[in-house]
C-alpha cells in the first residue's frame, strides 16, 4: 500500500510538471503571434541594461544618442557611441580589433563598408531579425547580404553666389569645368584618399571618354590643372572652414551641409553637376565576433524602421532611405527623397572602387598632390 500511495503522488507530481511546461511553451510562443498585430517578436525582450557599443562619426554622436533614446528603453540597453573623425579611422581601428571587436555596429559610407566586408570584419544580415530590408530602396540594400545603408548624403557643387557676382564669374556647372583657369584658387575638392574622391574621379573619366576602367582622361586633368586646386579635402571640416573664411567658394561637397553654411551668413546655391551628382550612402554593419550580435542586428533594424527613418533627416540631416519614410517639405529643398531624387542619384560598382582604390591614390598623391 505504501509503495502505491508513492507510485500516485509522482504521477501526480509528473502530470503537474507537464502541465506547467505547457504553459510556459504558450507564453512564450505569445510575442510571435503578437506579431501579425504589428509588434515585431523583440518587443519584448530585455538585455539586462547591456551596453551597445556604436562605432561613427564624430559629429553625429548627439544625433545618434538621439535616434537611440526609444531603443534603450525598448531593450533595456544603453548605446555607447565610440566617436571617431574620419571612416578611414574608423575602419583601420576595427581592423586592429578584428580578434576581440570592442565595437557591436559599425556605422561606415557604403565604399568603406565594402572594404570591410571583403576583410571578414563584419556579420552577414539576419532577415529574421532586420526585416525592414524590403522596405528600402534598392541603392540601401547591400547584394550580399551585409549591413544595408540607413542614411544617404548627395555630392554636387555648391557655391557662394555672393562671392562668384563679385568676381563676376558664370556659376559652375560640371566637375570638369572646376578646373578651369577662371575658377583657380576658388575650389576645394576631395582627396581621393575621401570617400568622394573615387567617385568625382570616375564620374569625369565617364563624361570625357573613359570609364571606371581607364580614369586617364580625368586623371590627367587633375595633373594638369592641380595648381588651380588649392584645398583637397579629406574631412568635411577643412571645407566649413575654407567657405567660411573665404579660402573656398566653390566646392564639390555634401549636401547636409548646405543648412550650416547659410546659417552662417554664406549665399549657398546646389548645382547638379553634368556628370550627375552621386550619393555617399552610410551603412549599418554588425561587427563580427562581437559581444552583443542579438542586439547588434536588432539596432540594425531599428535605425532602418519606418519609424526612425522618419526622424532621420531632422534628427541627423540626413535623407531616409526607406520607401516609407516622411520628411518635412522644408528638408526637401537640400536633401534626396521619394523615388525621382534617389532613381538620379548616380551609382558606382563599389567592389571595382575598392579593389583599384590604393593604385587611384597612389598615382594621385605622386601626381596631383603635390606642389
Not at 541594461?49 to 556604436?54: D, M, P, R, S, T
Request: proline content about 4%.
Amino acid at each position: 500500500m505504501k509503495s502505491k500511495r508513492i507510485f500516485t503522488l509522482m504521477l501526480a507530481l509528473v502530470m503537474t510538471l507537464s502541465l506547467a511546461a505547457c504553459g510556459g511553451s504558450k507564453q512564450e510562443e505569445a510575442p510571435a503571434d503578437n506579431a501579425g498585430n504589428g509588434e515585431a517578436a523583440g518587443d519584448t525582450q530585455d538585455f539586462g541594461g547591456a551596453e551597445l557599443v556604436v562605432a561613427t562619426w564624430g559629429w553625429a554622436e548627439a544625433g545618434l544618442k538621439t535616434l537611440a533614446a526609444d531603443f534603450e528603453s525598448k531593450y533595456n540597453c544603453t548605446i555607447v557611441v565610440d566617436p571617431t573623425s574620419g571612416n578611414g579611422d574608423r575602419l583601420n581601428k576595427l581592423m586592429a580589433e578584428q580578434n576581440d571587436p570592442t565595437a557591436d555596429v559599425a556605422l561606415l559610407t557604403k565604399s568603406f563598408a565594402q572594404t570591410g566586408n571583403e576583410a571578414g570584419l563584419f556579420e552577414k544580415i539576419d532577415t529574421s531579425i532586420v526585416t525592414s530590408i524590403g522596405d528600402l530602396y534598392d541603392i540601401a540594400v547591400n547584394a550580399d547580404g551585409y549591413g544595408p545603408c540607413y542614411s544617404l548624403c548627395r555630392y554636387g557643387i555648391m557655391y557662394n553666389a555672393d562671392a562668384l557676382e563679385k568676381a563676376g564669374l558664370p556659376a559652375p556647372t560640371s566637375y570638369e569645368g572646376l578646373f578651369d583657369d577662371q575658377y583657380a584658387h576658388m575650389v576645394a575638392l576631395p582627396d581621393m584618399t575621401s570617400t568622394a574622391g573615387p567617385y568625382m574621379l570616375v564620374a569625369m573619366a565617364e563624361a570625357m571618354g573613359g570609364s571606371q576602367e581607364d580614369v586617364t582622361p580625368a586623371m590627367e586633368l587633375m595633373q594638369e590643372k592641380k595648381d588651380n586646386i588649392d584645398l583637397w579635402y579629406s574631412t568635411s571640416s577643412d571645407v566649413v572652414n575654407a567657405f567660411t573664411t573665404g579660402e573656398a567658394n566653390i566646392a564639390v561637397f555634401m549636401d547636409i551641409n548646405m543648412p550650416s553654411l547659410t546659417d552662417s551668413g554664406l549665399n549657398m546655391v546646389w548645382v547638379d553637376a553634368a556628370e550627375g551628382s552621386f550619393s555617399a550612402p552610410a551603412t549599418a554593419n554588425v561587427v563580427k565576433n562581437c559581444k552583443n550580435p542579438e542586439l547588434a542586428q536588432l539596432f540594425v533594424e531599428y535605425l532602418i524602421s519606418k519609424d526612425t527613418q522618419d526622424k532621420i533627416a531632422e534628427v541627423m540631416n540626413e535623407a531616409p532611405v526607406n520607401k516609407n519614410a516622411t520628411m518635412d517639405d522644408s528638408l526637401k529643398t537640400y536633401l534626396a527623397f521619394g523615388d525621382e531624387s534617389m532613381n538620379a542619384l548616380k551609382e558606382f560598382d563599389e567592389a571595382y572602387i575598392t579593389a583599384n582604390k590604393e593604385a587611384w591614390i597612389d598615382t594621385f598623391q605622386r601626381t596631383v598632390a603635390v606642389q
